[in-house]
């Protein structure tokens, strides 16, 4: 056997110690994203705001993961990603720096939406450049375990630094003054900033992969132009457009899942937000144990196979509603988890896969996050009127998980016949 060289094993450690470290500070800077959220929630409830604000909080952080979309991809390849890094995570500095000064929490999340917007193809466009596409799922498995686990832990920690467990800091300026409400959230306010800036001194470690693009004009007319052409291209690609109809319809879900558990927590099960953020965690195990399994048993080529799991979930939220004891929301959640850790790490390989094939790293995962997050602003927008109609959680509930069986029986139906009409063609 072929031993490799020195020179091979010194080129291919640096990338390895990047790809973790990309795992850490990804960790970290979830952590703090979701944190951050609860928190806001609850400042907002400080602030006696109208039901419908709590939604308009999420809409803040996700917009501009939207309207930034055809810029970002563009950015992250026409720098080093470990830089655009840097940018991202000073930015998330500085949101929470605002709402600590006393800033509207819509604004403030506005603010951080912009960082992650910027941090996020960076992030994902750097695995498809460190890493063979033989590697990618697995890969992915590491890395959507770690988001997962970072998004549902700092869901937990949001509710610890919301709870009566923190010291009560008093601002040294007139705070009242400045928000129009006094607030006892400071002493979780400044942990929060205490964790995004170690993700920002963390992501000084980010190496640079070597990985260079031909240049492309940055007028704002052309990029958009481009980005849609490459949109396009992405969509009518048959392996792309499925893998892009499951990500965007489950992560368009998933954000709007994210606050009806909160709220199904309250009513059925009688916990306050900050006992509703710790039950989400355990959501982390299912899902944990789902990416871990998809990552060891599910190749690429055979991503597509597991498009029946997007199904099986759609049916199973409904039974939340059947729930009332606390023990076995806890076994429904872990089996939520694992549902969409399983499904949800070949699908996104799949994608990252053909958007990197068909474009380049930073576009690709450009594209992918203009369409999931558009998802997210939908459903979002959707939920926040439903809400201010004053629907009730038996309605929202069933609505969602119908929406997401039917959505996902009509994506297998098109991809069996797409399969059927080519093994039916003449060769």
């Not at 498995?141 to 988001?147: M, N, P, V």
């Not at 704002?220 to 990500?247: C, H, K, Q, Y």
């Not at 597509?304 to 009332?324: R, Y």
């Amino acid at each position: 056997m072929k031993r490799p060289s020195a020179a091979t094993l010194e080129a291919s450690l640096p990338m390895h110690r990047t790809f973790y470290l990309l795992l850490i500070v990804q960790f970290i800077s979830t952590i703090a994203d979701n944190a951050f959220l609860i928190i806001a929630i609850a400042r907002v409830i400080e602030l006696s705001a109208a039901d419908w604000v709590t939604p308009m909080l999420k809409i803040g952080f996700t917009v501009f993961y939207v309207f930034l979309a055809p810029f970002v991809g563009p950015l992250a390849d026409a720098i080093p990603k470990g830089r655009v890094m840097l940018l991202a995570n000073a930015l998330k500095v500085g949101s929470v720096a605002l709402l600590i000064g006393g800033v509207d929490p819509i604004l403030a999340l506005l603010f951080g939406g912009l960082g992650a917007a910027i941090y996020a193809p960076a992030k994902y466009g750097l695995i498809t450049e460190l890493l063979p596409a033989k590697d990618l799922v697995r890969a992915n498995g590491f890395f959507e375990a770690t988001t997962v686990c970072a998004v549902i832990f700092g869901t937990v920690l949001g509710g610890v630094l919301i709870s009566p467990v923190m010291p009560h800091i008093d601002l040294p300026t007139d705070y009242a003054h400045v928000n129009g409400a006094p607030t006892d959230l400071v002493a979780g306010m400044l942990c929060l900033l205490a964790l995004t800036v170690l993700a920002l001194s963390l992501s000084f470690g980010v190496s640079d992969s070597g990985k260079r693009y031909p240049h492309h004009s940055f007028h704002p007319v052309r990029i958009v132009r481009r980005f849609f052409d490459e949109n396009a291209v992405l969509w009518r690609d048959p392996l792309g457009g499925v893998s892009m109809s499951v990500t965007t319809l489950l992560w368009g879900v998933g954000a709007t899942l994210q606050l009806i558990v909160l709220r199904w927590a309250h009513e059925a099960l009688g916990l306050t937000l900050a006992q509703g953020a710790y039950l989400q965690g355990v959501t982390a195990f299912g899902a944990i144990a789902g990416a871990a399994l998809a990552s060891r048993f599910v190749s690429l080529h055979q991503a597509i196979n597991v498009l029946p799991l997007g199904l099986a979930m759609g049916l199973l939220f409904p039974v939340m509603l059947a729930v009332h004891s606390i023990e076995v929301a806890v076994v429904l959640l872990i089996l939520l988890g694992t549902l969409a850790g399983f499904f949800i790490v070949p699908m996104n390989a799949l994608l990252q896969h053909r958007g990197c094939s068909l474009l380049t790293a930073g576009r690709s995962i450009a594209v992918q996050g203009f369409n999931e997050n558009a998802g997210m602003l939908v459903m979002l927008a959707v939920y926040a009127v439903a809400t201010a109609l004053q629907l009730s959680l038996h309605t929202l509930i069933w609505s969602f998980g119908l929406l997401v069986a039917g959505c996902m029986a009509i994506i297998m139906a098109s991809q069996y016949r797409a399969q059927f009409h080519r093994r039916a063609a003449p060769r």
